[in-house]
């Protein structure tokens, strides 16, 4: 079982709607929680990092975490064309050494 | 501007020619890591780095060697490529908040 699952997608939504990206995660351990996002041919790059469970809130986005589920989402309000990219989550282990999900998909029709 | 800087952007070589993909990070970042990217596989660490002349390897080390003299600069090599190494690198540097990537090196060993 890997550490973090993912589904890969593609998920394809019409401009203008909520996405939700979701995660597990398989080790209680976990404290820190991060949401990346790919475009491509570019290194990911950090959208979204959070502490334990709860929601945090950025804009259009918001991650939320539900440690007794080992649960991992991201919402995405009022989706553009230009959301469209590969989104991966991660999650912290100890001393800065993250554990990646596969990475999902998605894409934002106009 | 804060980044990190990766060369060569592109490689293709053949087996067994060594090579070096340098890294470079201008935000004092004591934690440097390396990662490779397949299909599927999502993001894996090859190898990562506390701080200066401290490393350690992360979860696919086989056939990589790293080094860390300088705070800044942490080199990928590889002694002795094979096909099974042609993949997406990336080299990120961390913080408490986050870890921030380079633009990638996309290497192809024949």
């Known amino acids: 079982q890997k550490e973090v699952e993912q589904d890969p997608g593609p998920l394809s939504v019409p401009e203008g709607a909520i996405v939700s990206l979701n995660c597990t995660y398989s080790n209680s351990a976990f404290q820190y929680f991060m949401w990346y996002r790919q475009y491509s041919r570019k290194g990911p790059e950090l959208l979204m990092y959070?502490?334990?469970?709860g929601n945090k809130e950025d804009g259009r986005f918001t991650a939320q975490v539900d440690k007794s589920s080992k649960y991992i989402s991201l919402f995405i309000r009022d989706s553009q064309p230009s959301d469209s990219a590969t989104y991966l989550c991660a999650t912290e282990l100890y001393g800065n050494k993250l554990v990646f999900g596969a990475g999902t998909i998605l894409r934002v029709k106009s | 501007e804060a980044q990190v800087t990766q060369n060569p952007r592109y490689l293709i070589t053949v087996t067994g020619k060594k090579l070096t993909v340098t890294c470079s990070q201008n935000m004092n970042h004591e934690y440097m890591s390396w990662y490779r990217q397949d299909p599927g596989l999502g993001l894996r660490q090859i190898y990562y780095s506390m701080n200066v002349e401290v490393t350690d390897k992360g979860d696919v080390p086989e056939g990589y060697k790293v080094s860390r003299k300088e705070k800044r600069n942490f080199p990928l090599i590889l002694e002795s490529p094979s096909p099974n190494q042609t993949s997406l690198y990336f080299c990120?540097?961390?913080?408490?908040?986050?870890?921030?990537f380079g633009p990638g090196t996309r290497l192809t060993v024949l």
């Open positions: 990120a540097s961390g913080s408490e908040v986050g870890q921030f």
């Open positions: 959070t502490y334990s469970s």
